[in-house]
């Protein structure tokens, strides 16, 4: 497993639930990489692993450009190679395993537009706008909110990163006197503008949404009553185990595996959210 950063929270979880699934299956062994963020040492880490001849690959990639040739490579020897949440270019790889990070965009803009009542200022704090759910989810929110009379009133690539977040949020207050509601591409971004209204003492006059929705930490703070949403990204893991077994049983698997999500506010958080349509 070539994993891009576990500097991420969310990327934590996606090895945590491949390692519980590959636990139920004594006759897998699973060796993890960490790329630490670096796309270099990632191509490095498929080629090595691909080299060792392993039974499956499994990349999460943190670019899709410069991993797509060693994938490709790997693909073209014979070797399985399951991609995970982020894709490449191309077809040379086995099957791709994520969510739709459109309508997931697009279901936090209709939930928005709804609590909103059609109108309000808000401040999006987009992910690595570079990466293809950080585009996804942007995109899908501004085509559900397109024709109220929600206003983007500031916007800022956070990088998925808290305290960038914090920063940019720190920029947003200091602009506008009156904001709505931040929505941001991950739930560490809505926790860091969170601690940025609290801190300047604004925190009561707005609503806060985010994606992940992690146990310990989206869902966490709906309960707390620190984010109003939080939307699901499920990390795919197990998923991912289970289309590798199928793999070494000579079953044929899909070329594309879409993940569902849930949406969790205050209201449904207690009975496991609600399942996004």
Known sequence: MSQCNLGEPWRVQMNADIAAAAKEHPEIEVIFKDAQNDTLKQRAHVEELASAKVDVLFVSPKEAQPLTEPIGKAF???????????????????????????KIGRAAGEWIKKVLGGKGKVVELKGLMTSTPGQDRSAGFREAIAGSEIEIAFEADMKWLEPEARKEMDSALARLPKIDLVYAHNDPGAHGAYLAARAAGREKEMKFVGIDALPHEGVSYVEQGILDATFQYPTGGREAVETALRILKGEPVPKTITLGSRRFTKEDVKKGGEIIE
């Open 76 to 102: 073209d020897a014979g070797i399985p190679v399951l991609v995970l949440d982020r894709a490449v270019l191309g077809e040379r790889y086995t099957t791709f395993i994520g969510a739709d990070n459109k």
